[in-house]
């Protein structure tokens, strides 16, 4: 399956207007999120026809890093970015299938409406900080706060004092700590503490992070699952930026244990056999372990759009 089949209308206008082969694309964003830019995921469609909507995420380092060392690969990119967020315009209302590719009822995930914000708001500093880029910046900031109020009213649940996996429910999910990583909310805000404080109190098995509860969740999954590395760095990182760093030092220390014999992590920990489970090596898991240490070793946290220094 080729990147124009499955990027949609939007997306091939850009394709086509370039002349560019799918695989240049894709090798051109590659190099963009190595340069610290946004990592674009285009979009997921099952062949079985079970979810036929695109779902984007626009993560976010800031684009104009991508400006400064690939300046060719900005140019080529712009029209790229303008036709995601064309799309994310009305595709941010629609439900999905949420980060972790849940094949149950689509619903609207938290998380993914965050993203969709990200998206929004990583544009609308890249033009009016001079990135480079032009657009209806004016248009894109009144949707990013749109987003930002339906988020704040549905996501969020007053009685748990916290965010929840998709609106409407009590259930949690281990993507709910990357808000203040994002710039969604800032650390200090209350409703931050309340979700990290959930998620340690109902999301964790043996103090690491389960990405969600299998048993009360429909994934189209059987079985159960260990923790999931990557999420525990999350609570790293999260526990930091509120202010816990002795505890998130602790938790840190904690997950160095669990790399294997050639310091190499897996997808996912069993805490009652003591075993690595999933993929291994699992870059997913490595990639948070950095930002986690550098994180600590400057006793600070940093929004996903500000490199470290």
């Known amino acids: ?4 089949s499955i990027a949609g209308p939007a997306v091939r206008r850009v394709f086509f207007r370039r002349r560019t082969s799918s695989g240049a694309v894709l090798l051109a964003l590659l190099a963009a999120s190595f340069v610290g830019t946004a990592l674009i995921s285009l979009a997921r469609l099952a062949l079985d026809g079970e979810y036929r909507a695109i779902e984007q995420r626009i993560q ?22 303008v036709a995601l967020l064309d799309y994310l315009e009305s595709g941010w209302r629609e439900p999905d299938n949420g980060l972790w590719e849940m094949r149950g009822p689509r619903r609207h995930f938290t998380h993914s409406k965050v993203m969709a914000w990200v998206a929004f708001d990583r544009m609308v500093s890249a033009v009016r900080e001079g990135d480079h880029l032009s657009g209806d910046v004016d248009r894109w900031e009144a949707v990013r706060d749109e987003i930002f109020a339906e988020i704040c009213a549905n996501g969020y649940n007053e009685e748990k004092g916290s965010f929840t996996q998709s609106y409407g429910t009590k259930e949690l999910d281990a993507s709910l700590l990357l808000i203040p990583r994002v710039g969604f909310l800032p650390a200090d805000d209350p409703r931050v503490a309340g979700t990290v404080e959930a998620i340690q109190r ?14 009360h969740v ?18 790293v990182d999260a526990l930091n930026a509120i202010g816990r760093y002795d505890e998130a030092v602790h938790l840190f220390e904690r997950l160095l244990e669990l ?27 490595h990639f948070p372990l950095v930002v986690s240490g550098l994180q600590l070793s400057e006793r600070r946290t940093r929004r996903s759009d500000t490199p470290p220094r």
């Open 60 to 81: 976010g380092a800031r684009y104009r890093h991508a400006f400064r060392l690939v300046p060719k690969l900005a140019a080529r990119l712009e029209d790229l970015q």
């Open 202 to 215: 109902e999301l964790t098995q043996d103090g690491l992070v389960l990405r969600y509860h299998p048993a």
């Open 1 to 4: 399956m080729s990147a124009t």
């Open 218 to 235: 429909d994934d189209g999954l059987p079985g159960t699952e260990g923790v999931f590395i990557a999420c525990s760095f999350w609570l």
């Open 259 to 285: 790399r294997n014999d050639v310091g190499l992590l897996s997808e996912q920990w069993d805490p009652v056999n003591k075993r690595q489970l999933g993929n291994t090596p699992q870059a997913f898991s």
